[in-house]
């Protein structure tokens, strides 16, 4: 890996950090306005909206300028949004506009891997920035649940930080003071990113146009024999993972008895796993034998099932640890056969663009259950039961289509083909 490729996930990392802390600073909030229990998981919706409402623009705004500036804009997008929190905007508003930024920032994260490394190094190149960006996760969730807790707020009082009174509880005018310091770091790596050289002919700017295109893009990857499954497993993952994260705090809530900044720890957990798991299918996975992963995602479910006979936090730690593990070593190799047909197939930003629309529409879906689950007054252990059976469910009949493709035709020549 060269320089470029390390200042890339640099500035990834301390962006996702801000990120992921900035969301249970957020819930805090909710919390603290003594709001109802489905609006915390409609904060994670707020923020993915863009990436659909944008899906058909940010790939096209992506591939009409250097990466690297455009991760700075939308860095620059994300610390207006972290100001707006500050300045006291309803958090489903100002967590939407740092959603905004995220969209505009993903295509160009992710396209400028295929412009900077050549095909057999995407695997891991994949591993190590999911690796990274997990353990921003890690970070990140227990920096949120540290910076919104009594001892924090206490010692930030006596450093007299922010400077700064808005009318904010102390505890969040500092948190926020933090993660708006952490996007602002990111945005100075983002200033050192090389230009890749990587030039796209010049992108349409009628609006009618870009959808057009983008549904023809969308159109094209599902209906690829590769493209369908890789986005198939991608876009379960990640709403699985989105709503995970909130029936693990609730989890340790109601089960383990841990408070709120304790609880945010566990989600760390299960990001520690994904890390481990992402790092091993760097080392052991090949593009060639990607799809062999597969049965990976229906462990993964099966397990989830589990939790509710867990009782201990003795108990939940290796469980989570586990079921990250199993999320982080199929996902990775998954992601990297999308990003790789999807540059065979079209452009680097337009192809991300298509993945974050199909995965965000996911997210969207699966916290809107799981909020109106909540709404049911439905018990956790029925709502994990019925979690974990989705998704293994889900991933059989995904294994199902990807074995009628394989009598059609052979994967494993069709993606060493593709390398050259």
């Given at each position: 890996m060269n320089r470029g490729f390390y200042t890339i996930m640099a500035a990834q990392f301390f962006s996702s950090l801000a990120d992921n802390a900035l969301l249970f600073v957020a819930i805090d909030l909710?919390?603290?306005?003594?709001?109802?229990?489905?609006?915390?998981?409609?904060?994670?919706?707020?923020?993915?909206?863009?990436?659909?409402?944008?899906?058909?623009?940010?790939?096209?705004?992506?591939?009409?300028?250097?990466?690297?500036?455009?991760?700075?804009?939308?860095?620059?997008?994300?610390?207006c949004g972290c100001g707006m929190l500050f300045a006291g905007v309803y958090?489903?508003?100002?967590?939407?506009?740092?959603g905004f930024g995220a969209a505009v920032y993903s295509p160009a994260k992710y396209g400028i891997l295929t412009e900077l490394l050549p095909a057999e190094k995407l695997v891991?190149?994949?591993?190590?920035?999911?690796?990274?960006?997990?353990?921003?996760?890690?970070?990140?969730?227990?920096?949120?649940g540290l910076l919104v807790s009594q001892s924090a707020a206490e010692f930030f009082l006596r450093l007299n930080l922010p400077p700064l009174h808005t009318g904010v509880p102390s505890a969040i005018e500092a948190a926020l003071f933090v993660t708006g310091s952490l996007y602002v770091l990111a945005a100075a790596f983002n200033l050192f990113i090389?230009?890749?050289?990587?030039?796209?002919?010049?992108?349409?700017?009628?609006?009618?146009?870009?959808m057009r295109d983008f549904a023809g893009c969308v159109r094209t990857l599902w209906g690829d024999k590769l493209g369908q499954i890789s986005l198939g497993v991608t876009t379960l993952f990640w709403g699985a993972g989105a709503t995970l994260q909130f029936i693990v705090l609730k989890w340790a809530e109601q089960t383990l008895n841990m408070?709120?900044?304790?609880?945010?720890?566990?989600?760390?957990?299960?990001?520690?796993?994904?890390?481990?798991?992402?790092?091993?299918?760097?080392?052991?996975?090949?593009?060639?034998?990607?799809?062999?992963?597969?049965?990976?995602?229906?462990?993964?479910?099966?397990?989830?099932?589990?939790?509710?006979?867990?009782?201990?936090?003795?108990?939940?730690?290796?469980?989570?640890?586990?079921?990250?593990?199993?999320?982080?070593?199929?996902?990775?190799?998954?992601?990297?056969?999308?990003q790789h047909r999807g540059h065979v197939l079209m452009s680097a930003g337009h192809s991300i663009a298509v993945q974050n629309f199909n995965e965000n529409l996911s997210i969207i879906g699966m916290l809107a259950m799981y909020a109106l689950m909540l709404t049911l007054n439905?018990?956790?252990?029925?709502?994990?039961?019925?979690?974990?059976?989705?998704?293994?469910?889900?991933?059989c009949l995904i294994i199902v289509r990807h074995a009628a493709n394989q009598r059609e035709f052979d994967s494993v020549a069709l993606i060493g083909e593709l390398k050259h």
């Open positions: 909710l919390t603290r306005m003594d709001s109802p229990d489905f609006l915390s998981p409609m904060l994670k919706q707020s923020f993915v909206v863009f990436y659909i409402v944008l899906a058909a623009f940010v790939g096209a705004f992506s591939d009409s300028m250097p990466k690297g500036r455009v991760m700075f804009i939308a860095n620059l997008i994300k610390i958090p489903l508003l100002a967590y939407a506009v740092v891991p190149a994949n591993g190590w920035i999911e690796g990274l960006t997990v353990m921003s996760i890690i970070l990140g969730t227990v920096v949120g090389p230009d890749t050289g990587a030039r796209y002919a010049r992108q349409p700017q009628d609006p009618l146009k870009l408070p709120y900044e304790k609880a945010t720890t566990l989600v760390g957990v299960v990001a520690i796993g994904m890390a481990l798991g992402a790092v091993a299918s760097a080392r052991l996975v090949t593009l060639k034998n990607s799809l062999k992963v597969l049965p990976f995602g229906i462990a993964m479910g099966l397990i989830v099932m589990g939790m509710p006979w867990v009782q201990s936090k003795v108990l939940a730690y290796p469980l989570l640890i586990l079921i990250g593990a199993l999320s982080g070593f199929f996902v990775v190799p998954m992601n990297a056969l999308l439905l018990e956790l252990d029925t709502i994990i039961v019925l979690f974990g059976l989705f998704v293994a469910g889900i991933m």
